[in-house]
């Protein structure tokens, strides 16, 4: 059965308007369009519209979402990454709900909570600062490199750090899933990663990509941060990456 553009809004509320801009730019299009010009919605849509609607509660762009929902056609696979990245915004809400209730049981009881406990929760620059010192520190004692002390782009990094848990998730899956190293799903994965990269500012090409995976496969730090994701994934992203840049070339 066939819903109307106006009984997709009821069901969902998602504005009439909102639909017509999603049909506008191509990221959700109609079942059908009648004679009259009106829009008619199906299961498929409907479904492709509660994805839109997850992206949009983790604070995913249009045009993010869009590539998204191009590079996982498998709804299973992508409810599951959805859920992820969910769980990740709960347990942070969590906390914030922690500090917000330790933060009025203190006014009621006149014992104001210490500074170091006033902002436990959010993403701001000196959170991200300090979940960045561990490896800062590890660059400079090893290799003399220092990171570079720019002020931090908060929203940017928390869309990038998204994007990278969204991409080694599908590297994963690939290598749970047993699936070859050089196979065209895999291709796509690290071509949409790297022109989400490219497109914030890295510039990072295909050779660039493949030497990187390398140096994590020599380094000690970066090495037990990928084997401890998955046993093996420091060892098939490379094997990824290079199959990818040799295809590139």
């Known amino acids: 059965m066939l819903l109307t ?3 997709v809004s009821e069901l969902s509320k998602v504005t009439v308007k909102t639909l017509h801009h999603y049909h506008k730019i191509g990221l959700l299009e109609p079942a059908e369009i009648t004679e009259a010009g ?3 919605y199906g299961a ?4 492709r519209l509660q994805a839109i609607l997850f992206y949009r509660e983790l604070d995913f762009s249009l045009d993010q979402i869009g590539r998204l929902l191009e590079r996982e056609p498998d709804r299973a696979a992508m409810l599951e990454e959805q859920e992820a ?3 990740q915004r709960r347990l942070r809400l969590e906390r914030i709900m922690d500090t917000l209730r330790k933060t009025k049981a203190g006014l009621k009881l006149g014992d104001p909570l210490p500074k170091e406990e006033l902002f436990v929760g959010f993403e701001t620059e000196d959170e991200w600062r300090e979940a960045l010192r561990e490896q800062s520190e590890y660059l400079k004692e090893r290799y003399g490199a220092e990171l570079e002390a720019e002020p931090v782009d908060v929203p940017e990094m928390n869309e990038q750090a998204a994007e990278a848990a969204a991409f080694m998730k ?11 190293h050089n196979d065209p799903r895999v291709h796509q994965f690290i071509r949409d990663h790297l022109a989400f990269m490219n497109a914030h500012g890295h510039r990072i090409a295909a050779g660039d990509f493949a030497a990187q995976t390398a140096f994590f496969l020599q380094d000690e730090f970066h090495l037990h941060m990928l084997e401890g994701q998955q046993t093996g994934l420091a060892y098939y ?3 990824a990456a290079a199959a990818y ?3 590139e070339s």
């Open 245 to 247: 840049a040799e295809a």
């Open 170 to 180: 599908d590297m994963t899956t690939c290598l749970r899933g047993k699936v070859k």
């Open 237 to 239: 992203l490379n094997a």
């Open 85 to 87: 990245l969910l769980e």
């Open 44 to 47: 498929k849509e409907l479904e």
């Open 5 to 7: 553009v106006k009984e």
């Open 38 to 40: 009106y829009r008619l």
